[in-house]
């Protein structure tokens, strides 16, 4: 296709344009989902001592090695040690003490019993008087049953990387190291721009000709997923005069990027162009990729505009392909780290050559994914996004696609197996 640019070309294209955000520290429990902007050096072990890993007898191994079932060596406990206390005294040779997980091993202990393997039958009742001996029914071999410090992080060891998009046990390992205070990227502020004279809000009744405006809460979610933070503007009617009114208004926000929809085609009323051009600037970049046709990228006073197409696919689909990659770089992400994997297509298609994104639901069959499109691919149907597991993506270049071809596929949601 003359004149189109490809979808790769136009996204490095806007990627250079994307400045990362500078770096905050927030605390600990704010940290979900947040991107780290240092690598997180151990500045000590975990665990921070040599510890137990089970409930028993802190032993020294060569003293138990002759154990059997059918003949117990007989250990005296002298210590008994619950997690949290630090042991009095260290162990001599025929001497045993009795230490719960977690608990930091005794000097001259060098392996655990577990109490199932003696003799001891103890209550959980926190008061269970030590015995005078315990017999020991099986052979332990050095540091088994022991956690040695540093074990899960060594000092010096670095943990977590610059750019981790964090989750639950990343926020773990910080709180292990004792990390209360973190580095991470400033999340992206993006104000979300509908505009249109058919858009009524949710909360208002239809007037003949109206349709609601999906868009801007598609959009703002999508902003969520992405790690940044959705300002919502009210519909703009598509009027210079009330464009350009919401445009200064979105600029009043403080946002990072500006993100429209509709009104940047070819349409009398479309003016969005007209007016990112007088307050800033536009490229109408005609991609290579379907759905979506032209899309406009600039900047308004300064900021980094995208206008995406006001069908409510196309809006989705490059908002994904070209605006989910920029907020990622913004927010210290890797830009292009995306759930795809490989699907077999299991009908054909013809294509116009374009870079296609079809709507698909997948399934197993034996040991292959197999992928169907979601019916109807109208770039109005925003039930096709709903109901697909995914967009599988047809290279450029191509007049069909046969059943049996393979293709990735960029996962919307995770696929359960049954
Ligand atoms: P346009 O880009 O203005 O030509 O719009 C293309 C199609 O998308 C038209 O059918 C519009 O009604 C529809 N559309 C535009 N904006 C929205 C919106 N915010 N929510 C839902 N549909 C929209
Ligand atoms: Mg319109």
């Not at 349409?267 to 800033?280: A, K």
């Amino acid at each position: 296709m003359g004149g189109l640019l490809s979808v790769d070309d136009v996204l490095s294209r806007i990627l250079e344009r994307v400045r990362v955000l500078p770096v905050e520290e927030i605390h600990v429990a704010q940290a979900l989902d947040r991107v780290l902007a240092e690598d997180i050096v151990a500045a000590a072990p975990v665990p921070p001592f040599t510890n137990s890993a089970m409930d028993g007898y802190a032993v020294r191994a060569a003293d138990v090695s002759g154990a059997a079932p059918d003949a117990p060596v007989f250990l005296t406990p002298v210590l008994d040690i619950p997690a949290g206390t630090t042991p009095s005294r260290a162990l001599g040779p025929g001497q045993a003490a009795r230490i719960m997980t977690g608990a930091p091993l005794p000097p001259g202990a060098d392996a655990v019993v577990p109490v199932e393997q003696t003799d001891d039958r103890w209550q959980p009742n926190g008061e269970a008087a030590l015995p005078d001996r315990v017999a020991v029914h099986r052979a332990v071999a050095m540091g088994e049953n022991v956690r040695a410090t540093g074990e899960d992080i060594r000092a010096g060891q670095v943990a977590l990387r610059r750019g981790a998009v964090l989750r639950p046990q990343d926020i773990g390992v910080l709180v292990s190291l004792g990390q209360a205070r973190i580095p991470v990227f400033r999340q992206p502020r993006v104000a979300i721009l509908s505009t249109g004279d058919e858009l009524a809000d949710v909360d208002q009744p239809l007037a003949p000709g109206q349709i609601h405006n999906s868009n801007s809460y598609v959009l703002a979610g999508l902003v969520q997923q992405c790690g940044g933070v959705p300002i919502r503007l009210p519909v703009a009617r598509d009027t210079l005069d009330k464009v350009r009114r919401r445009l200064r208004e979105a600029l009043a926000h403080a946002p990072d990027f500006i993100v429209s929809s509709a009104g940047v085609s070819v349409g009398t009323h479309d003016v969005v162009r007209t007016v990112v051009d007088e307050l800033g600037h536009v490229d109408i970049w005609r991609v290579n990729v379907k759905p979506g046709k032209p899309l406009a990228f600039g900047d308004v006073g300064g900021v980094p505009f995208f206008g995406l197409p006001g069908n409510p696919v196309s809006a989705m689909v490059t908002f994904d392909i070209f605006v989910r990659p920029a907020l990622r770089k913004a927010g210290g992400a890797d830009p292009h780290a995306v759930p795809l994997v490989t699907a077999v297509l299991d009908e054909d298609v013809t294509l116009d050559g374009r870079r296609t994104y079809l709507r698909v639901t997948l399934s197993e069959r034996g040991s292959t994914l197999v992928a169907r499109t979601t019916g109807t691919q109208s770039s109005g149907a925003l039930m096709s996004l709903v109901l697909a597991d995914g967009l599988l993506i047809i290279p450029e270049g191509r007049t069909a696609a046969r059943a049996g071809d393979q293709f990735p596929v960029r996962l919307l949601r995770q696929v359960t197996r049954s």
